[in-house]
């Protein structure tokens, strides 16, 4: 399995200068039309009643990301690091935009739903460089031990400078949109967020065509390889997401919604930093397959567990 594995980290995935101008412009308009969404007086009501907000929280900023390093380290003798590093990846990206559509077809509570995307989404240009930073270091000096690898150096003040460009400006951007324009914010909101669920499933294809078209059609079904890799990282993150809440005695209602966000991360914004040559300079992480394909088989089978998931609490009773 490992072998297999380390054919795809061999791979070369890049894009040219026009598609990652067009992944960057993508990943702008998804940011925009989440921050949208976002009020302050959502922030205020944290406040309120704080418990089910900050236990999402720190299930997103924290236990994710150590769970993943933790599973990572499991795994070592049967994926290679660069997979792993791309597990680290996605579990310090911040809620998926579709989580809060999946709250609401599992009747979770959706008003907690739209809170944690926005905390996390706000917050992400500061926690997604630091926690791949932190949790990636850790599991690199590890894995130099068992694998006689080199160090990896972890990029933490360009992927902290790059999303703060990438993802700031648009969420500014879009929170003063919906502040001062709040009736045009209300009817364009809509019909956004749903092309930017569009765009995403766009990007999504064509890292995966980057993939199939420098892999050998011989050993496509090593994809299932990965899969496998990706299911088990993804089952963790549901995982934590409802027993964490469990172990707190989050009510029911609330712990629907907490379980599918902690389990949709926006492996959209994993998959634009992997392409920003700013960040992973090609001539350091040029054998990236692994962590692409990783990262891009997560933003499809998140959709397929979220609404497995979605449909299984929904003819549930609420305790």
């Known amino acids: 399995m490992k072998e297999i594995l380390a054919s795809l980290d061999a791979l070369v995935i890049d894009l040219g200068a026009r598609e990652m101008f067009l992944v960057n412009i993508i990943l702008a308009i998804v940011m925009f039309g989440v921050a949208l969404g976002i009020k302050m007086q959502t922030f205020k009501d944290v406040f309120r009643s704080p418990k089910s907000v900050i236990t999402g929280i720190l299930l997103q900023w924290i236990v994710l990301p ?6 990572a380290i499991i795994l070592n003798p049967f994926i290679t690091p660069m997979v792993a590093i791309g597990m680290i990846l996605v579990a310090s990206c911040p809620g998926g935009n ?15 739903s739209v809170s944690m995307t926005a905390i996390t989404t706000v917050f992400a240009p500061i926690v997604t460089p630091l926690n791949f930073w932190f949790w990636g270091t850790l599991y690199s000096r590890f894995a130099t031990l068992h694998n006689d690898i080199p160090t990896l150096e972890i990029p933490f003040s360009d992927m902290l400078y790059q999303i703060l460009l990438i993802l ?6 879009g929170m003063l949109f919906s502040h001062y324009l709040p009736k045009a914010a209300e009817k364009i909101m809509k019909p956004l967020q749903m092309l930017s669920i569009l765009l995403f499933m766009g990007m999504v294809i064509v890292s995966l065509n980057q993939v199939l078209t420098a892999l050998d059609p011989s050993v496509y079904w090593s994809i299932l390889v990965i899969l496998t890799v990706v299911i088990l990282h993804n089952a963790s993150a549901l995982g934590t997401g409802y027993l964490g809440a469990t172990l707190l005695r989050i009510p029911s209602i609330d712990r629907r919604s907490l379980t599918i966000e902690v389990g949709i991360q926006n492996s959209g914004l994993g998959l634009t930093l992997l392409f920003n040559p700013a960040i992973f300079p090609p001539e350091t992480w040029s054998h990236n397959g692994g962590m692409v394909l990783i990262t891009a088989l997560w933003g499809v089978w998140h959709i397929v567990s979220g609404l497995i998931v979605s449909y299984a609490f929904r003819r549930s009773k609420l305790e």
Request: glycine share 8%; net charge neutral.
């Open 66 to 71: 150590a769970v993943t390093c933790l599973l």
């Open 98 to 112: 579709i989580s809060n559509f999946m709250s609401s077809l599992s009747k979770g509570n959706v008003e907690l």
């Open 168 to 173: 700031g400006v648009p969420i500014i951007l």
